[in-house]
């Protein structure tokens, strides 16, 4: 599928998902905890935000991972 240009990086020289469309993409498969983690390890590292992360979530609308990246940044 072709992705958005906002949901693709290319690091060294590989095309590959932007963290926060990662993030998205594996939510509704990981635990709260992991899914925390993860979160927390892209926006250490400069990755992502959480204010990114929410706007990507809430424009990807009702997507699996969109709802459980909303119920988790919520309860922050």
């Not at 993030?23 to 390890?41: C, H, K, Q």
């Not at 892209?42 to 424009?59: C, D, I, K, Q, V």
Request: glycine residues 6%; hydrophobic residues 45%.
């Amino acid at each position: 599928a072709q992705l958005p240009t906002i949901d693709r990086v290319t690091v060294d020289g590989i095309s590959c998902t932007s963290a926060a469309r990662t993030l998205l993409d594996i939510a509704p498969i990981v635990n709260g905890e992991t899914l925390e983690v993860a979160i927390e390890s892209a926006r250490r590292m400069g990755l992502t935000s959480p204010t990114f992360l929410a706007r990507r979530a809430a424009e990807l609308g009702v997507r699996p991972g969109a709802t459980a990246i909303k119920k988790l940044l919520s309860m922050a």
